[in-house]
């Protein structure tokens, strides 16, 4: 018989622990809680039943971008097979994982801004007019710095 795929909607709660194998296989484990909700149609609005505890497991590079990406509170959504029913907990061994985007904005590699974007923003470089000032040599009635230079180098 086939493992029970089921998808889970929950809050991870606690940390993720990671571990590798003898090998270098990465494993990590970690805690989520789903809280189910009834409508009542007596009072008009939605009540939360008992939470559902859930330990998943995650191998390999899955294992290696849970541990880099979820933490304690975050909103999740799973995709995993029940491998046991223990203890009142389920055991799911999971095969996809997404952060649930209802209640907040994730931000991947691609979506992050780059790292010239974090640079502080220069102003552009002042033009410069197309004709140098004219200067003067310090003496009052004295023909203008350029003018000297041009007639020093035997300009006609």
Same mark, same amino acid.
């Given at each position: ?14 940390? +993720?622990? #990671? *571990?590798?194998? =003898? ?7 970690? *805690? ?5 909700? =009834?409508?009542?149609?007596?009072? =008009?609005?939605? $009540? ?22 979820? +933490?304690?509170? #975050?909103? #999740?959504? +799973?995709?995993? *097979? ?10 799911? /061994? ?7 985007? *209802? ?7 691609? /979506? ?13 470089? #002042?033009? =410069? ?21 041009? $007639? ?5």
């Amino acid at each position: 018989m086939a493992p029970s795929v089921t998808h889970v909607t929950g809050i991870v709660a606690g940390d +993720v622990e #990671v *571990r590798f194998t =003898q090998d270098g296989t990465a494993v990590c484990r970690f *805690r989520v809680t789903e809280t189910p909700t =009834q409508w009542d149609a007596a009072t =008009q609005r939605w $009540r939360d039943l008992e939470p559902i505890p859930y330990i998943c497991t995650a191998w390999r590079t899955l294992a290696r971008n849970t541990t880099e990406s979820l +933490v304690d509170g #975050v909103s #999740v959504l +799973v995709k995993g *097979r029940i491998t046991a029913i223990k203890d009142d907990s389920i055991y799911l /061994s999971v095969d996809d994982l997404g952060i649930s985007l *209802r209640r907040r904005i994730a931000y991947t590699e691609t /979506s992050l801004p780059g790292p010239l974007a974090a640079r502080p923003v220069t102003p552009p470089p #002042v033009p =410069q007019p197309a004709t140098a000032p004219r200067q003067t040599t310090g003496r009052a009635g004295s023909p203008i710095a350029w003018w000297e230079e041009k $007639r020093a180098s035997h300009w006609p």
